[in-house]
């Protein structure tokens, strides 16, 4: 079997480097990308160090020629991609009625347009390969959050382009799931805890006492998930969400 060729958005820190570094571990290559080639050195080495192979690539996802250009230059240093994760995003938050609408555009851009981008780049890798796996990166908000509205239509986006590209790529051996996580110790949620004034671990503290398995999710937590649903056995798993929130979602 040849060596897969994976890229995922967004992994210079976070769910996305956790995500790059586990599918090298499972002896994939893997293209790097993030907003800056710089910011994916530390990934890219990591990776080099374990024994692994990347290429770090900065690109604006919501940029079409500039997605254009990534794709190809890691298709001509590593191969062709056949794996894709959409992780890319950031976050505008703030209540309807206080939300600018260069937050809202910011938002649907990079996390709706960067995954539409990356995936209609890659698909013709998959397609001559006969074989693909996409995985985009929804959440638990898209089932709707208090002062994420841009966010959660967002989320909630990725998991309709998800199952559509179910439907539209299965017959060339392409799949494509969402995983949709809940609270994850990322830079992005210590954030949200010093925008709302508190300190991480009471924000951690009080979040997992609502959690049913009574703990935060961590990076490894998204990265094992993902790795399942880019994996050789994981062919007749196809457009579906996978909530990874420590319980039920209702």
């Not at 997605?67 to 001509?76: D, F, P, T, W």
């Not at 089932?143 to 309709?160: C, D, E, I």
């Not at 805890?193 to 490894?220: N, T, Y």
């Amino acid at each position: 079997m040849p060596q897969r060729i994976a890229i995922v958005t967004g992994a210079a820190r976070g769910i996305g480097a956790g995500t790059a570094k586990r599918l090298a571990a499972d002896g994939m290559a893997v293209g790097v990308i993030d907003l800056s080639e710089a910011d994916c050195a530390q990934t890219v080495g990591e990776i080099e160090e374990a024994g692994g192979k990347a290429v770090a690539v900065g690109a604006d996802v919501s940029n079409a020629d500039q997605v254009g250009a990534a794709v190809e230059k890691v298709a001509a240093e590593l191969g062709g991609p056949t794996v894709l994760v959409n992780n890319a995003g950031v976050t505008r938050d703030n209540l309807l009625f206080k939300m600018s609408e260069s937050d809202w555009d910011t938002v649907m851009n990079v996390h709706l347009k960067g995954a539409f981008l990356m995936t209609r780049a890659c698909q013709r890798y998959m397609v001559d390969a006969k074989w693909g796996r996409i995985v985009n990166l929804s959440s638990l908000s898209a089932v709707g959050n208090r002062g994420q509205v841009n966010y959660s239509a967002a989320k909630a986006g990725l998991q309709g382009l998800t199952k559509t590209l179910a439907l539209e790529l299965g017959k060339f051996g392409i799949t494509a799931n969402a995983v949709a996580p809940g609270f994850v110790v990322t830079d992005m949620t210590a954030a949200t805890a010093a925008r709302l004034g508190m300190s991480f671990e009471d924000f951690q503290a009080g979040a997992a006492k609502q959690i049913p398995v009574q703990r935060v999710g961590q990076v490894e937590d998204i990265a094992h998930a993902i790795s399942f649903f880019t994996s050789e056995g994981a062919g007749y798993v196809s457009g579906q969400i996978l909530y990874l929130s420590g319980g039920p979602v209702s």
